[in-house]
């Protein structure tokens, strides 16, 4: 049995509509994704840091980020810490902080885990040997 001409001319314009359908879908997802803008964040990194046991910690911390962030807490090895902080929050983007924190008991030649928290998430960190 055969389909008339009519019926498969409408079969054939009803494949040509769900393909243009399914191409216009995944273009539009394609340049949607395109034109959203990217979150920005902050990015941090140690200039210089330096563990003793006569100063404490002694941390200089940059924003090398695309937004300001603010610096919320200061882990030792894992524990949250007391510190102080100059200039004082925020720390804007491509300057520089200086971060004491003193309430830690610090060993000569140990090693010691340093973390900075910001409110917004971002975190760096690093170890430091203490010197005398």
């Known amino acids: 049995m055969a389909f008339s001409a009519v019926i498969a001319s409408l079969i054939m314009m009803l494949l040509a509509v769900a393909a243009?359908?399914?191409?216009?879908?995944y273009v539009m997802?394609?340049?949607?994704?395109?034109?959203?803008?990217?979150?920005?964040?902050?990015?941090?990194?140690?200039?210089?840091?330096t563990a003793s046991s006569s100063t404490g910690i002694i941390m200089y911390v940059r924003n090398s980020g695309s937004v300001d962030?603010?610096?919320?807490?200061?882990?030792?090895d894992g524990n949250a810490t007391v510190f102080t902080q100059a200039p004082?929050?925020?720390?804007?983007?491509?300057?520089?902080?200086?971060?004491?924190?003193?309430q830690v008991n610090i060993a000569t030649a140990n090693f010691y885990e340093v973390?900075?928290?910001c409110t917004?998430?971002?975190?760096?960190?690093?170890?430091?040997q203490a010197t005398t």
């Open 20 to 25: 243009g359908v399914v191409v216009y879908a």
């Open 29 to 49: 997802g394609w340049i949607g994704g395109a034109q959203q803008n990217p979150t920005q964040t902050g990015k941090l990194s140690f200039d210089s840091i």
């Open 69 to 76: 962030v603010l610096i919320d807490k200061v882990y030792v």
């Open 88 to 102: 004082i929050n925020p720390l804007v983007i491509q300057s520089t902080t200086k971060i004491t924190a003193t």
């Open 115 to 117: 973390k900075v928290v």
């Open 120 to 128: 917004d998430g971002t975190t760096v960190s690093t170890s430091v």
